[in-house]
Nanobody
Framework: QVQLVESGGGLVQTGDSLRLSCAAS????????MNWFRQAPGKEREFVAC????????QYSNSVKGRFTISRDNTKNTVYLQMNTLKPEDTAVYYC???????????????????WGEGTLVTVSS
């Protein structure tokens, strides 16, 4: 059983940057593709970014492409989401998730994840 704990959320202004972290325990994060999803109030959970086991493969949603960067450090069992040029529409609870599919999907579904963290809130003020 893998436990995922997100951190790094907070209140920032438009144009600011934040780096989210997702620390894994109870398992080896290198065994999983790692994902970030987000859920804004009143909306469904949506895919943000994912990274393959090796870190070489990465996919992003169109809404964050060019602004967000996902990375991982398997030696630290940690995954990161660097968020730059934040916008008010990025306001959401951000969730880390792990999946053990063979291939990295270009747009993973939340229903396909094997483990989830509890989330960290990011609020971007205008």
């Amino acid at each position: 059983q893998v436990q995922l704990v997100e951190s790094g959320g907070g209140l920032v202004q438009t144009g600011d940057s934040l780096r989210l972290s997702c620390a894994a325990s109870g398992g080896t994060v290198s065994s999983y593709n790692m994902n970030w999803f987000r859920q804004a109030p009143g909306k469904e959970r949506e895919f943000v970014a994912c990274v393959s086991r090796s870190g070489l493969g990465r996919q992003y949603s169109n809404s964050v492409k060019g602004r967000f960067t996902i990375s991982r450090d398997n030696t630290k069992n940690t995954v990161y989401l660097q968020m730059n040029t934040l916008k008010p529409e990025d306001t959401a609870v951000y969730y880390c998730a792990a999946d053990n599919r063979v291939y990295l999907s270009s747009s993973p579904s939340a229903s396909g994840m094997d483990y989830w963290g509890e989330g960290t809130l990011v609020t971007v003020s205008s």
